[in-house]
């Protein structure tokens, strides 16, 4: 459903398995009908990302709940940036959808992404038809120490995550103020998305700053779009400087 996370598609594409897309529409939200529509005799998975990315926006869970008892086929909530989010996680349905999967990694608000763990929320009938087609390697040795060490200093992990939303939110009034920002979408994530006047220049300027961020404008509704991630205090500071001297040229 794009504009959204890229990889659904290059593993349906390296799978040989058929995609299909359907745009989302007004404030990058769930066009159901037109999902629906789409839908036929081998429809199999559908993949919702919320909050999305490379959006920022939580997926309204009206939408999220018509296609959850309309399709006859399993609905994937890809929750990779729910830590961020206001919103209750998926997880907490689970009962009440048999046809659901939800899906959370470490690789975000856990700040683990090199670890490569991630989790699969489901019923057990789906759970035991994944153990079945999953290779007989679990993860790994190393992997599962790092992991459990974090997870077990969830506190911190809470600290974190709540000076990055401060952070968030000081980041996106300082935006507003750039005058080459012509609009910054409301994020439930680690990132912010803006329309700029020129992308691709905003984006090769900061590079000569020494600052990478995401240039999205090739994904449909992202036309002249910018991603930028939120970091530390002192990162953030940098980069509204550097926007502050390359919007006068
Ligand atoms: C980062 C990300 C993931 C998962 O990344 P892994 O490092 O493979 O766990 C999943 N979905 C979205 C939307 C992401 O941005």
Same mark, same amino acid.
């Given at each position: 459903?794009?504009?959204?996370?890229?990889?659904?598609?290059? %593993?349906?594409?390296?799978?040989?398995?058929?995609?299909?897309?359907?745009?989302?529409? &007004?404030?990058?939200? %769930?066009?159901?009908?037109?999902?629906?529509?789409?839908? &036929?005799?081998?429809?199999?998975?559908?993949?919702?990302?919320?909050?999305?990315?490379?959006? =920022?926006?939580?997926?309204?869970?009206?939408?999220?709940?018509?296609?959850? +008892?309309?399709?006859? =086929?399993? /609905?994937?909530?890809?929750?990779?940036?729910? &830590?961020?989010?206001?919103?209750?996680?998926?997880?907490?349905?689970?009962?009440?959808?048999?046809?659901?999967?939800?899906?959370?990694? %470490?690789?975000?608000?856990?700040?683990?992404?090199?670890?490569?763990?991630?989790?699969?929320?489901?019923?057990?009938?789906?759970?035991?038809?994944?153990?079945?087609?999953?290779?007989?390697?679990?993860?790994?040795?190393?992997?599962?120490?790092?992991?459990?060490?974090?997870?077990?200093?969830?506190?911190?992990?809470? %600290?974190?995550?709540?000076?990055?939303? +401060?952070?968030?939110?000081?980041?996106?009034?300082?935006?507003?103020?750039?005058?080459?920002?012509?609009?910054?979408?409301?994020? &439930?994530?680690?990132?912010?998305?803006?329309?700029?006047?020129?992308?691709?220049?905003?984006?090769?300027?900061?590079?000569?700053?020494?600052?990478?961020?995401?240039?999205?404008?090739?994904?449909?509704?992202?036309?002249?779009?910018?991603?930028?991630?939120?970091?530390?205090?002192?990162?953030?500071?940098?980069? /509204?400087?550097?926007?502050?001297?390359?919007?006068?040229?």
């Amino acid at each position: 459903l794009p504009p959204t996370y890229g990889m659904y598609k290059v %593993l349906a594409n390296t799978n040989a398995i058929e995609n299909k897309e359907v745009l989302l529409v &007004d404030d990058f939200q %769930l066009d159901v009908n037109a999902i629906l529509a789409e839908v &036929d005799a081998n429809t199999k998975l559908i993949f919702i990302c919320s909050p999305n990315n490379p959006t =920022g926006n939580l997926i309204a869970s009206k939408a999220i709940e018509t296609i959850l +008892s309309s399709f006859n =086929g399993i /609905i994937v909530i890809d929750e990779a940036y729910i &830590d961020f989010a206001e919103a209750e996680s998926w997880t907490t349905r689970l009962q009440e959808f048999q046809n659901l999967i939800v899906t959370q990694t %470490l690789s975000k608000a856990y700040g683990m992404a090199g670890i490569r763990l991630g989790m699969c929320f489901a019923s057990k009938e789906i759970i035991s038809i994944l153990n079945k087609i999953k290779p007989p390697y679990n993860v790994n040795v190393l992997t599962q120490q790092v992991a459990l060490k974090r997870i077990l200093e969830e506190e911190n992990v809470q %600290l974190e995550i709540t000076k990055l939303i +401060s952070e968030r939110e000081k980041l996106m009034n300082q935006l507003n103020t750039i005058n080459f920002i012509n609009h910054s979408y409301k994020t &439930d994530a680690n990132f912010i998305l803006v329309k700029v006047d020129d992308a691709n220049k905003r984006y090769k300027q900061l590079i000569e700053n020494g600052i990478v961020i995401r240039n999205r404008s090739t994904q449909p509704l992202c036309e002249n779009t910018l991603r930028f991630t939120v970091g530390t205090a002192s990162e953030n500071e940098k980069l /509204i400087t550097t926007l502050k001297s390359i919007s006068k040229s």
